[in-house]
C-alpha cells in the first residue's frame, strides 16, 4: 500500500475515492475490493483511512470488461459478463435478433465507460424498427390518409420510400414526445442506424436489450434482475379470476402487465418503477402488446405507468378497494444509502437492520397497502422462507396473510446463482397461514415437475415457512425431530476457513520447506482418510480472512464441505487447516465422539431431512445447527464408532454394505420403520452415496 501523508496536494486528494466507492465503480464487495488493493491491482493511498485512486478503477473495469484480465473469472457470481458471453445470454440463439444483440455487444465491449447516450441509442432504434413493424397498415393507411391531397406531388419525389419513412419517424418520435421522452434522439445520428430489429411476439425485445446493455454493477446495486418469459403465467390465474386492479411496483420492462394485457383492460393495469427508461420501455411494450398508440391510449399509460418509487409513496387511493392483485419481481440486494434509509426508517420493520432487504420492504409494503382479500404474488428468493435475517417478514406474513399458493423454482436467472420462489398470499389476519386447497409447485425449466395441496395442521413459526415437501415426507420429518435428539447449536465451535484472496498465488501443489497441508472441500469424502492435494505458506496477515490460529490446532475437528447440497462430513485428528470450501466445527457433546457425529451428519436420514428442509447447494453453520442429532447410550456410541473406524479403513467393495449397516442403526435411533427407511433410501440414493 502506497502511504502518503496528509499534506499532499489537494488536487491529489481529489483523485481519491474510499472503498466503498471504489467497490460501487468495480461491483464488488469492499473485502475484495481492499484484497485487491493489498494484490497490487488498485493504486491506493493512506490518509486517515485507506483512499483508492479514481483512476485506477477505471482502468482495471476496461481490463476486466476487455477481457484483458480474468480476475473474475473464477467468481461463482459474476459481476462483469466477458465480452464473449455477456450481451448474448439473455437473447436465444434461435431469435431473430440474435445478430443484432450480438453487434451491439461488441461495439459495448470496447466501450468499458458507455453512457447513457449509447443506451438510448440502441433502445430509440430498436423500438422504431418494432414500431414500424407492428403498425406498418395502419401506418400505411395513415400515410396514404394524410396525403391524399398531395400525391401528385409525393410521386414526383424520387424516393417514395424515404418520405414514408420520413413520415413514420415523425409519428414515433410524437409519441415517444408523449409517454417516453428519455428516448427521444434522431435515429439518422445513432451508431446503430444500420441494425434491423425484428418483432417476435414472444420475446420481451426492449427489455432483454436493456438488462444486456446496463452496467451490471448498477443492476447489483439497484437489485434489478429482469423477470424471465415464463413466470407471468404462474400468478395469471389469480388475475383471470377476479375482476381486479393490478399493480406491479417494481415493472421494469412490462413483463407482467403485457402478460395480463391479453385479459385484462388497459384501465386496470398500472405499474411503477425507479427507472425513467424502464417505464418508458413498459409505456411502448403496452402500446405493441395492444397495438394502439391513439391520444387516449397515451394518456391512460401516463397515468397509470409512471416512475415512482414505491417504498417511498403513501398516495394509494385510486387502488383501494378495488379488489386488488399486486404482482412483482421486486428488487434483490440494492444497496441503500443513508439519506434513503433516513427517509423509510419509520415506516418500515426491517429498516433496524444496517442493510434491509429490498424484497423484504416491498412485501411489507405490498401488504400494508392492501385491503382484506387482495392478492399479493412476489417472485422472491427462496431464503425468504427460512433465513434468519428474514424472520421479521416471515412474522408479517404469519399475521396478515393467507398462503394460496408456493412455486418453487431453481436458478431462473442468469449468471445468478440463487433458487426462487413465486409466493402468492392473501391479506387477511387468520390463525392459520394456509388457505383451503393451497398448492405447492416445483417447476424446472418451465415446466411443472410435482405438485401437491398443502394440510391445515403444519406448525410453521417465524423461525421457517418452509413447505417443500408433501405430507408424508413432513411426517418423517417430524418423526426424526420427536425423537430424543441434541442439537449442535451451542454444543460447537465453528470456524470458517481461510479466504486467501488469491488461490492461485498461495496454493501449492507441491510440499515443501515452511508448507503446511491444506484441505479444500473436494478433499472431503464420507467415510475417507483425508488427503489433501495442496500446501500452503501459513501466514494469517497475508490472509483476507483466517480464523483463529488455535481453532486449525484443535482435535478432534469435523470438516465439512461448504458447497453441497448435503452433508458430507470427515473427522480430523491431524490439526489440518482449511480453506473456505471446507469449513469445520469442534463438538462439544459430554458423550458423543466425533466418529458418532461424522455417522449421523452423513447418513441418509440426515440427507433426507437436509434436502427436504433447506433445498440449498451451500452448507451453512445455521442449518447443520438445525439438524436433530438422535441421542443414544455408551453402548450405542462405542458400537456405531467401532462402525464408522472400520468404514474407513474397508475397501471400495465393502463400504457399502458397511455403510447399510451403520446407516440402519442410526435410522433406529430416529425410531424410523423399515417402512421409513425403505422410503429415505429411495429418496437419498438417487445421488452421489458417498
Given at each position: 500500500?502506497?502511504?502518503?501523508?496528509?499534506?499532499?496536494?489537494?488536487?491529489?486528494?481529489?483523485?481519491?475515492?474510499?472503498?466503498?466507492?471504489?467497490?460501487?465503480?468495480?461491483?464488488?464487495?469492499?473485502?475484495?475490493?481492499?484484497?485487491?488493493?493489498?494484490?497490487?491491482?488498485?493504486?491506493?493511498?493512506?490518509?486517515?483511512?485507506?483512499?483508492?485512486?479514481?483512476?485506477?478503477?477505471?482502468?482495471?473495469?476496461?481490463?476486466?470488461?476487455?477481457?484483458?484480465?480474468?480476475?473474475?473469472?473464477?467468481?461463482r457470481?459474476?459481476?462483469?459478463?466477458?465480452?464473449?458471453?455477456?450481451?448474448?445470454?439473455?437473447?436465444?440463439?434461435?431469435?431473430?435478433?440474435f445478430?443484432n444483440?450480438?453487434?451491439?455487444s461488441?461495439?459495448?465491449?470496447?466501450?468499458?465507460?458507455?453512457?447513457?447516450?449509447?443506451?438510448?441509442?440502441?433502445?430509440?432504434?430498436?423500438?422504431?424498427?418494432?414500431?414500424s413493424?407492428?403498425?406498418?397498415?395502419?401506418?400505411?393507411?395513415?400515410y396514404?390518409?394524410?396525403?391524399?391531397?398531395?400525391?401528385?406531388?409525393?410521386?414526383?419525389?424520387?424516393?417514395?420510400?424515404?418520405?414514408?419513412?420520413?413520415?413514420?419517424?415523425?409519428?414515433?418520435?410524437?409519441?415517444?414526445?408523449?409517454?417516453?421522452?428519455?428516448?427521444?434522439?434522431?435515429?439518422?445520428?445513432?451508431?446503430?442506424?444500420?441494425?434491423?430489429?425484428?418483432?417476435?411476439?414472444n420475446?420481451?425485445?426492449l427489455?432483454?436489450?436493456?438488462?444486456?446493455?446496463?452496467?451490471?454493477?448498477?443492476?447489483?446495486?439497484?437489485?434489478?434482475?429482469?423477470?424471465?418469459?415464463?413466470?407471468?403465467?404462474?400468478?395469471?390465474?389469480?388475475?383471470?379470476?377476479?375482476?381486479?386492479?393490478?399493480?406491479?411496483?417494481?415493472?421494469?420492462?412490462?413483463?407482467?402487465?403485457?402478460?395480463?394485457?391479453?385479459?385484462?383492460?388497459?384501465?386496470?393495469?398500472?405499474?411503477?418503477?425507479?427507472?425513467?427508461?424502464?417505464?418508458?420501455?413498459?409505456?411502448?411494450?403496452?402500446?405493441?402488446?395492444?397495438?394502439?398508440?391513439?391520444?387516449?391510449?397515451?394518456?391512460?399509460l401516463?397515468?397509470?405507468?409512471?416512475?415512482?418509487?414505491?417504498?417511498?409513496?403513501?398516495?394509494?387511493?385510486?387502488?383501494?378497494?378495488?379488489?386488488?392483485?399486486?404482482?412483482?419481481?421486486?428488487?434483490?440486494?440494492?444497496?441503500?444509502?443513508?439519506?434513503?434509509?433516513?427517509?423509510?426508517?419509520?415506516n418500515?420493520?426491517?429498516?433496524?437492520?444496517?442493510?434491509?432487504?429490498?424484497?423484504?420492504?416491498?412485501?411489507?409494503?405490498?401488504?400494508?397497502i392492501?385491503?382484506?382479500?387482495?392478492?399479493?404474488?412476489?417472485?422472491?428468493?427462496?431464503?425468504?422462507?427460512?433465513?434468519?435475517?428474514?424472520?421479521?417478514?416471515?412474522?408479517?406474513?404469519?399475521?396478515?396473510?393467507?398462503?394460496?399458493?408456493?412455486?418453487?423454482?431453481?436458478?431462473?436467472?442468469?449468471?445468478?446463482?440463487?433458487?426462487?420462489?413465486?409466493?402468492?398470499?392473501?391479506?387477511?389476519?387468520?390463525?392459520?397461514?394456509f388457505?383451503?386447497?393451497?398448492?405447492?409447485?416445483f417447476?424446472?425449466?418451465?415446466?411443472?415437475?410435482?405438485?401437491?395441496?398443502?394440510?391445515?395442521?403444519?406448525?410453521?413459526?417465524?423461525t421457517?415457512?418452509?413447505?417443500?415437501?408433501?405430507?408424508?415426507?413432513?411426517?418423517?420429518?417430524?418423526?426424526?425431530?420427536?425423537?430424543?435428539?441434541?442439537?449442535?447449536?451451542?454444543?460447537?465451535?465453528?470456524?470458517?476457513?481461510?479466504?486467501?484472496?488469491?488461490?492461485?498465488?498461495?496454493?501449492?501443489?507441491?510440499?515443501?520447506?515452511?508448507?503446511?497441508?491444506?484441505?479444500?472441500?473436494?478433499?472431503?469424502?464420507?467415510?475417507?482418510?483425508?488427503?489433501?492435494?495442496?500446501?500452503?505458506d501459513?501466514?494469517?496477515?497475508n490472509?483476507?480472512?483466517?480464523?483463529?490460529?488455535?481453532?486449525?490446532?484443535?482435535?478432534?475437528?469435523?470438516?465439512?464441505?461448504?458447497?453441497?447440497?448435503?452433508?458430507?462430513?470427515?473427522?480430523?485428528?491431524?490439526?489440518?487447516?482449511?480453506?473456505?470450501?471446507?469449513?469445520?466445527?469442534?463438538?462439544?457433546?459430554?458423550?458423543?465422539?466425533?466418529?458418532?457425529?461424522?455417522?449421523?451428519?452423513n447418513?441418509?436420514?440426515?440427507?433426507?431431512?437436509?434436502?427436504?428442509?433447506?433445498?440449498?447447494?451451500?452448507?451453512?453453520?445455521?442449518?447443520?445447527?438445525?439438524?436433530?442429532?438422535?441421542?443414544?447410550?455408551?453402548?450405542?456410541?462405542?458400537e456405531?464408532?467401532?462402525?464408522?473406524?472400520?468404514?474407513?479403513?474397508?475397501?471400495?467393495?465393502?463400504?457399502?454394505?458397511?455403510?447399510?449397516?451403520?446407516?440402519?442403526?442410526?435410522?433406529t435411533?430416529?425410531n424410523?420403520?423399515n417402512?421409513?427407511?425403505?422410503?429415505?433410501?429411495?429418496?437419498?440414493d438417487?445421488?452421489?452415496?458417498?
Open positions: 500500500m502506497n502511504k502518503q501523508s496528509p499534506q499532499s496536494t489537494e488536487q491529489t486528494k481529489n483523485k481519491l475515492i474510499n472503498v466503498n466507492e471504489a467497490s460501487n465503480i468495480l461491483g464488488i464487495s469492499d473485502a475484495t475490493c481492499r484484497n485487491w488493493v493489498k494484490r497490487g491491482l488498485l493504486k491506493s493511498a493512506f490518509f486517515d483511512k485507506l483512499y483508492i485512486y479514481e483512476s485506477s478503477c477505471f482502468n482495471l473495469k476496461k481490463q476486466i470488461l476487455s477481457g484483458d484480465i480474468d480476475i473474475l473469472s473464477s467468481r457470481n459474476k459481476t462483469y459478463k466477458r465480452k464473449d458471453s455477456a450481451y448474448l445470454s439473455s437473447f436465444s440463439t434461435d431469435s431473430p435478433n445478430a444483440a450480438k453487434i451491439v461488441e461495439y459495448l465491449s470496447k466501450e468499458a465507460l458507455y453512457s447513457e447516450n449509447h443506451i438510448v441509442s440502441i433502445l430509440c432504434k430498436a423500438a422504431f424498427d418494432l414500431f413493424e407492428i403498425f406498418n397498415d395502419k401506418l400505411q393507411e395513415m396514404h390518409k394524410s396525403h391524399v391531397e398531395r400525391k401528385n406531388e409525393i410521386s414526383k419525389k424520387s424516393n417514395c420510400n424515404m418520405v414514408y419513412t420520413s413520415y413514420t419517424e415523425d409519428i414515433f418520435n410524437n409519441i415517444l414526445k408523449k409517454i417516453a421522452p428519455i428516448l427521444l434522439m434522431d435515429l439518422h445520428k445513432s451508431e446503430f442506424d444500420n441494425l434491423n430489429f425484428v418483432y417476435n411476439q420475446e420481451d425485445t427489455g432483454l436489450l436493456y438488462e444486456d446493455i446496463q452496467d451490471l454493477k448498477s443492476r447489483k446495486r439497484t437489485g434489478s434482475y429482469y423477470t424471465p418469459s415464463f413466470i407471468p403465467a404462474m400468478p395469471a390465474k389469480f388475475a383471470k379470476e377476479r375482476s381486479s386492479e393490478i399493480l406491479d411496483p417494481a415493472c421494469g420492462s412490462g413483463i407482467f402487465l403485457c402478460f395480463f394485457a391479453s385479459f385484462k383492460d388497459i384501465n386496470s393495469l398500472h405499474g411503477y418503477d425507479i427507472d425513467a427508461i424502464s417505464v418508458a420501455i413498459t409505456k411502448l411494450n403496452l402500446c405493441f402488446k395492444y397495438k394502439r398508440f391513439d391520444d387516449d391510449f397515451l394518456r391512460i401516463n397515468t397509470n405507468i409512471v416512475k415512482k418509487d414505491f417504498l417511498l409513496s403513501k398516495d394509494f387511493d385510486d387502488l383501494k378497494n378495488k379488489n386488488l392483485l399486486i404482482v412483482a419481481n421486486p428488487p434483490w440486494g440494492s444497496k441503500y444509502d443513508k439519506c434513503y434509509l433516513h427517509d423509510i426508517r419509520d418500515f420493520d426491517h429498516i433496524g437492520k444496517k442493510h434491509p432487504e429490498s424484497y423484504d420492504l416491498f412485501l411489507e409494503k405490498a401488504i400494508e392492501t385491503s382484506n382479500g387482495d392478492v399479493i404474488a412476489f417472485l422472491v428468493p427462496e431464503a425468504i422462507l427460512q433465513v434468519k435475517s428474514h424472520a421479521g417478514i416471515r412474522k408479517k406474513i404469519l399475521e396478515n396473510t393467507k398462503l394460496l399458493e408456493l412455486v418453487y423454482f431453481d436458478n431462473i436467472f442468469k449468471n445468478v446463482q440463487c433458487p426462487s420462489i413465486m409466493l402468492v398470499l392473501k391479506k387477511g389476519s387468520t390463525k392459520e397461514l388457505e383451503k386447497d393451497a398448492t405447492i409447485r417447476v424446472n425449466s418451465e415446466k411443472i415437475k410435482t405438485e401437491f395441496k398443502t394440510t391445515l395442521d403444519r406448525k410453521l413459526s417465524t421457517s415457512l418452509n413447505i417443500s415437501c408433501d405430507d408424508k415426507v413432513w411426517a418423517l420429518m417430524n418423526k426424526m425431530v420427536n425423537s430424543n435428539c441434541l442439537y449442535l447449536k451451542n454444543n460447537a465451535d465453528f470456524a470458517m476457513g481461510i479466504v486467501t484472496g488469491d488461490n492461485k498465488k498461495f496454493l501449492k501443489s507441491a510440499p515443501a520447506k515452511n508448507l503446511l497441508p491444506i484441505v479444500t472441500g473436494k478433499d472431503i469424502f464420507k467415510f475417507r482418510d483425508i488427503e489433501n492435494k495442496y500446501y500452503i501459513f501466514k494469517p496477515q490472509f483476507q480472512q483466517c480464523a483463529d490460529s488455535s481453532l486449525y490446532q484443535t482435535t478432534p475437528k469435523i470438516i465439512y464441505r461448504f458447497i453441497s447440497d448435503k452433508p458430507i462430513c470427515m473427522y480430523d485428528y491431524k490439526k489440518m487447516i482449511t480453506l473456505n470450501s471446507a469449513n469445520f466445527f469442534i463438538p462439544h457433546f459430554e458423550n458423543l465422539t466425533a466418529e458418532y457425529i461424522c455417522a449421523v451428519l447418513s441418509r436420514a440426515v440427507c433426507f431431512y437436509f434436502k427436504n428442509t433447506f433445498r440449498t447447494s451451500k452448507v451453512l453453520r445455521s442449518m447443520l445447527e438445525k439438524i436433530p442429532i438422535p441421542s443414544a447410550d455408551a453402548v450405542a456410541v462405542n456405531i464408532t467401532d462402525i464408522v473406524k472400520t468404514l474407513v479403513k474397508a475397501k471400495d467393495d465393502d463400504k457399502y454394505n458397511l455403510y447399510n449397516e451403520l446407516d440402519r442403526k442410526i435410522s435411533l430416529y424410523l420403520t417402512e421409513d427407511i425403505s422410503y429415505i433410501k429411495e429418496f437419498t438417487m445421488s452421489n452415496l458417498f
